[in-house]
């Protein structure tokens, strides 16, 4: 029998949650197809024979276009069967028609991690019980055999950053590529650095506290304050000041203030309520 939980059904209600949230755990194929179609009733046994066969490895969800054509709309699909692979809440791979099982295995174990995605989940999970020497191990062999590998980057970035070593950890996380899922991640870690060392070459958050206090109107005052707030994850305080700034001189330090209040947008994910505020009011003190 067909295992529930491997093999389901969603609707555009519940897509998101079982199908995209759900992706962050475990690879899923989904099946867009309708009662009329005979290749759909070719394909499917087909295709969840496969899927069982993974062991869980990847999940299969159902969508019967018919029933659910916003989802289907949504993602591009204009015949069916249509398969697509979500791995991370992304797209990895998809086709359209009947196609062989050779090729169903293999489009499948396109979203199963590689040996190196398992080390750099041994390493998270290493790091959690602060076995650092290991995890920095594993990131290590992990990287030796794939050197651009992103999330191996983006991990031992963050170990470097909880050990201190900034200048190392910025190397790190400049190797993760744009257009990676890491990416965002790797630039919001790359943002907090660069809030720090501005921080610490000002002799840090107290110093900056009190010359801002000493001179309020200063914009080098505020400007290092600001920094050293980001720092600190004082994102409200922090971009106040650096509106301040854009609101007195635009072009203060070559739009610098600017700059660094779109640092913290990607901090704080350019979606963010506190985000889409100071956002909307930067763009009023520019135009």
Not at 188 to 210: K, N, Q, S
């Amino acid at each position: 029998m067909t295992d529930e939980k491997l093999i389901f059904n969603v609707t555009d209600a519940t897509f998101v949650d079982e199908v995209l949230s759900a992706s962050e755990s475990v690879p899923i194929a989904v099946d867009f197809w309708a009662p009329w179609c005979q290749p759909c009733r070719a394909l499917s046994p087909v295709l969840e024979r496969v899927v069982e066969s993974l062991g869980g490895a990847v999940r299969l969800a159902k969508v019967d276009v018919d029933k659910n054509s916003v989802v289907a709309q949504r993602l591009g699909v204009t015949g069916v069967p249509t398969v697509k692979l979500f791995r991370n809440g992304q797209i990895v791979s998809e086709f359209v028609g009947v196609i062989p099982e050779v090729d169903i295995k293999t489009f499948l174990n396109k979203a199963l991690p590689s040996t190196e995605d398992a080390l750099v989940e041994d390493a998270i999970a290493l790091m959690a019980a602060d076995q650092v020497d290991s995890a920095r191990a594993k990131l290590e062999q992990a990287l030796e055999t794939s050197p651009s590998h992103p999330g191996a980057h983006l991990e031992k970035g963050k170990l470097l950053l909880r050990s201190g070593d900034f200048e190392e950890a910025e190397r790190e996380l400049e190797e993760v590529s744009e257009g990676t899922a890491e990416f965002d991640e790797a630039v919001r870690h790359l943002a907090g650095i660069e809030f720090d060392r501005t921080c610490r070459r000002c002799g840090g958050l107290d110093a900056a506290e009190e010359r801002h206090g000493q001179s309020p109107e200063s914009l080098d005052a505020k400007f290092e304050l600001g920094r050293c707030l980001a720092a600190e994850g004082d994102y409200r305080r922090a971009m106040d000041l650096f509106l301040s700034i854009v609101q007195a001189d635009r072009n203060y330090r070559d739009g610098a203030a600017k700059d660094d209040m779109v640092r913290v947008f990607g901090i704080l994910g350019h979606q963010s309520a506190l985000a889409r505020e100071y956002r909307s009011r930067l763009a009023s003190a520019l135009y």
